[in-house]
């Protein structure tokens, strides 16, 4: 059985991945993906959606997984790659809003306004069942590199905020400069002054798409994702990029930071991102077991 920690909740960011199917932390006989949600949601409480970035979710899929759950445990969900700025595949695009002959990827300047309200409607709609349900702990923004501060940005993270009302989002920054050391003060107080949820990064550093592991609460919600220490980030083979494994002493230092987070805060979501065969979950109970022994 799955533990909450006190306002903490520890997760993983898929439930499906290829290589977790193979690794064996499935048990044997759970082998369809009912048994496996109901399994996953057994061993923790919350759960990152990745692929509706990718491809927009649909309604069904969403009762599925509120009647698959138990009633305290939350998804959070990723947004889908037209709605934070990242080219998307004509493809992956509702088939009557697609732009006849499109074959390369389409960003936001595109396509008509009407049509990326369409876009914007009909994925929080695809959602309304899990939030109704309570079970959909935040929509995630995560911009891309070429997004950096500035008044513009701002304010669409602030459009965001208000079209997903009522339900909530939490951004997370690739373009260092929201981040830096000049700026980093003004970003978490524009978060603040708005209550949009920070998603603080644990990742490899080094690279333009890189943001220092800053810990700090702006709103009623924290969220934390751990994307590993790869060496080989800049790789197009996602489990290169991913594929790492946290020692106990790296997930050490990190425990009291989040139990800090977790006060300040009225909740605070964790989810390992290392998803390579089964070390998001090995590292995620790990976790979870480091933050539990810090509370005797």
């Not at 306004?113 to 995560?142: C, M």
């Not at 977790?262 to 991102?273: D, F, I, K, P, R």
Request: hydrophobic share 35%.
């Amino acid at each position: 059985m799955h533990v909450t920690v006190g306002r903490v909740r520890v997760g993983t960011a898929s439930w499906t991945d290829k290589t977790l199917l193979e690794s064996g932390w499935y048990p044997e006989g759970v082998d369809t993906p009912e048994k496996r949600l109901v399994y996953y949601a057994e061993q923790f409480p919350v759960v990152e959606v990745d692929s509706t970035y990718y491809t927009p979710p649909n309604e069904r899929n969403s009762e599925l997984w509120v009647a698959r759950t138990p009633p305290d445990f939350v998804f959070n969900v990723k947004a889908f790659s037209l709605l934070t700025q990242h080219p998307t595949r004509p493809g992956a695009l509702y088939k009557d809003l697609r732009p006849e002959g499109a074959s390369k990827n389409l960003y936001p300047r595109d396509l008509p306004e009407a049509t990326i309200d369409q876009v914007w409607e009909r994925f929080l709609s695809a959602l309304t069942p899990l939030h109704e349900a309570g079970k959909l702990g935040a929509l995630l923004f995560q911009f891309p590199q070429w997004f950096p501060i500035g008044r513009r940005n701002k304010e669409y993270i602030l459009q965001c905020q208000e079209r997903a009302a009522p339900m909530r989002i939490c951004v997370e920054f690739r373009n260092k400069t929201w981040m830096s050391e000049d700026n980093q003060v003004e970003t978490l107080d524009f978060l603040r002054s708005y209550q949009v949820p920070y998603v603080c990064v644990d990742m490899p550093q080094g690279h333009p798409s890189s943001i220092p592991p800053v810990v700090a609460a702006t709103a009623d919600l924290a969220v934390v994702r751990f994307h590993g220490h790869s060496d080989k980030w800049t790789s197009k083979d996602i489990y290169d990029r991913f594929g790492y494994h946290y020692s106990e002493a790296e997930l050490a230092e990190w425990a009291p930071k989040i139990a800090g987070l977790g006060e300040q805060a009225g909740e605070t979501h964790v989810l390992l991102n290392n998803c390579h065969r089964n070390y998001a979950q090995v590292n995620a109970r790990q976790l979870a077991d480091l933050l539990l022994a810090g509370m005797d």
